[in-house]
């Protein structure tokens, strides 16, 4: 299984504008991780990685993805403030969280990239 966390400030709550395979089957989250709590992420995570059979794909995407410094984007970092101040424990997460959310859950192989 493979998992794909994908920062889009191009687009802002629309649907990701890159086309996604077909085949194999997966799951797509899209701006949901940053209105949760790390511990519900963790969770929310896990249960999609358990829906996964093997080949399957978990796209993660939304403009709350920041890089480790967490200072850019610039998109992700406003909506990192505006996050903490309208969900309880919610905040943008970086790269390496993701990465380890998923690693716990189970996936081995991952890569992150923005679109552009």
Known sequence: MESV?????????????TPF????????????????????TERAIEHACRSLRPGDVIYITGSGIIEYDRLSPAAGVYLNLTSMNLYPGGTAY?????????????LRRYRAYRLA
């Open 5 to 17: 966390v994908v920062n889009d400030d191009r687009n802002p709550g629309g649907a990701p504008r």
């Open 21 to 40: 395979p077909a085949e194999p089957a997966g799951d797509f989250t899209r701006a949901l991780i940053q209105v949760l709590s790390p511990d519900d």
């Open 94 to 106: 970086t790269i390496s969280e993701h990465f380890a959310w998923l690693t716990k859950a189970g």
